[in-house]
């Protein structure tokens, strides 16, 4: 693979084009096909995944003598949000959440009942507000502050996996119901890989083995089917199918991280409320530690908090719905000949929903460092650990997140000139694309005002 040409696909000067990874790297589609290195690091995963709950339910409860707290918000979740940029949802394929359901499944204690329609049919408002009771748990509970708080949250959805597969066959609860899984997929639209089939090789084929299995092995665990996948929305990027297709079908994409957006215009994003519900949240949780912060803000608790973290998140909400509508209308096209209705500020603002949700999940990391290490040791007497911390410097934040939030201004820019002067030549004027332009700038400096700490 030339170096050059990798860079030219990622940084979108040949948008179309894609390298087959599989091809490039045949050890890597072994990783994926042996699936023993995949069973070693998912054990591992287990282990640490068993250690957060444990600890977090019977070890100390003070946040600086339980190291949980860290390595849940501040390494785990941050690495995944970062993930999604890199390898798009390949984090679905080592999860330990679906693991307990694996087991009682290959104990025979499911029920194998078939899925719902009704969960299917409205699968992304269902995980769509999960994801927005985590975010309102999170958030106004302090929960980030609490180790058993953060176990009890974890076992929750670790319940939620465990019994939807005491239900339904395989891993329906990722398929149609895990909040994490939607916000992971729509994320990853803005992966620079992509796990797609030959889509030549499948019209050829009789079997479909890589959705329904052989006699031998069972097929796709979410339903999908390498010849399904379209997207990178849900398919878990697991591997399970490479060795189920006879047609060397299934590929691994270096592909420009903009193609999904330009190309399906944001319509497979399935629900359209995701982005306004992720960022108005993103800005509520900016503006708590914020200088604009309401002193009286503070001084509520309890359910008055959350009462008041609720208002918050609904006005946050309805203003980032606000510019979406005002950004549709000034846009002026709402309909693709291909795919029908469309919002077109749902693609355009992909980059800054992925944005602010890592520079939210980074300022908590780097934040936090300092204090990891010496935190493992006061809980495990290691007293050498103890002295080895060091200091961020205040003025690292603000950089930090200024960067990330301005490139994904670039970013957002970059899809609707794309969408406004390629995919929709000459039918949006250029005072409409100012217009959203504008917009894009007032919602990046409405992050920018509140990421500045106090
Ligand atoms: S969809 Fe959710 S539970 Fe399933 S693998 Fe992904 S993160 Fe884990
Ligand atoms: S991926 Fe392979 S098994 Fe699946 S439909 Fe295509 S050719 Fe058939
Ligand atoms: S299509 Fe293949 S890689 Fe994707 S989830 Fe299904 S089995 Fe895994």
Redesign the pocket.
Known sequence: MSIKRALRIVFDRTPDDTIDLFKVFPGLKHFFERRRLHAVLRTVGDVVFAFIILAGLFGPQEPKRNCILYLSWGLWWPTIVLSWFFVG?M??GF?P??GAGRLVQSLGLSFNLRVPRFIQKNSPYLSLALLCFIIWIEESTGIKESPRGTALLILS?LSG?TVTAMLFPK?A??RYL?P??RL?GVGSTLSILEFRPDFEKCKTCKTFACKRGTNERSGCPVYLGAFNVRNNLDC?ICGHCLSLCDKDSPKLNLRSPFKELLLNKGRFITCSYIIPFLMGSQLVRFYEDSPFLLPWFKQVTGLWAMALYSGLLIVGFIYVFFIIRLGACSFGITEDELFGKFSPMVPILVPMAFAGELAYRLDYAVRHAPEFLPTIARQFHIGSLSYLTFQVPHWTFPIMNIFILASAIGACNYVLFRLAFDEFEGMVPGWRVAIVSGLIFITGLSYICFMIPV
């Open positions: 949802r984090w679905c999860c959440f679906p959805i996996a891993q609860w990722c895990c994490m899984g992971i878990l």
